[in-house]
């Protein structure tokens, strides 16, 4: 039985903007080497390789993910995201609430172009 999602690899532009950039939110990373910068959230590693370090190339428009999204247990905490990201000058939506699911969200994207969210799991 599938329990968690171990992992998330994702081919960036510039190694040195994404690290300053998601290390504003996230923290520091908890490996670099070479081509490469990881983060731990819960059990999930997420990954940002360089694309010569990367398995095939990606263009996201000839398909592929549209976004991803990090989950916040409460109002507050997506307040305090919401903060963090204004301190940190990134640009972002502000909270919307999703038409589907009628939960709150902010939604931005990284300096590569990729859309993340920050979506609350509880209201």
Same mark, same amino acid.
């Given at each position: 039985?599938?329990?968690? $999602?171990? &992992?998330?690899?994702?081919?960036? !532009? +510039?190694?040195?903007?994404?690290? $300053?950039? =998601? ?14 910068? %990881? =983060?731990?959230?819960? !059990?999930? !590693? ?5 694309? /010569? &370090?990367?398995?095939?190339? =990606?263009?996201?428009? /000839?398909?592929?993910?549209? &976004?991803? %999204?990090? %989950?916040? /247990? ?5 307040? +305090?995201?919401? *903060?963090?990201? *204004? #301190?940190?000058?990134? #640009? ?5 609430? +999703? !038409?589907? *699911?009628?939960? #709150?969200?902010?939604?931005? @994207? +990284? ?7 920050? =979506?609350?799991?509880? @209201?």
């Amino acid at each position: 039985m599938i329990s968690n $999602l171990d &992992h998330i690899v994702i081919v960036v !532009k +510039d190694l040195f903007e994404t690290e $300053l950039f =998601y290390s504003s939110f996230l923290g520091s990373p908890i490996e670099t080497a070479e081509g490469s910068i %990881a =983060y731990e959230i819960g !059990k999930t !590693k997420l990954m940002f390789v360089l694309p /010569e &370090h990367a398995f095939a190339e =990606y263009n996201r428009n /000839e398909g592929g993910m549209n &976004h991803f %999204a990090f %989950a916040v /247990e409460t109002e507050g905490e997506l307040k +305090d995201v919401l *903060g963090r990201l *204004g #301190k940190a000058n990134i #640009k972002n939506s502000g909270i919307e609430i +999703d !038409k589907v *699911g009628g939960r #709150k969200f902010v939604w931005f @994207d +990284d300096p590569s172009g990729t859309r993340l969210e920050f =979506y609350l799991r509880n @209201d």
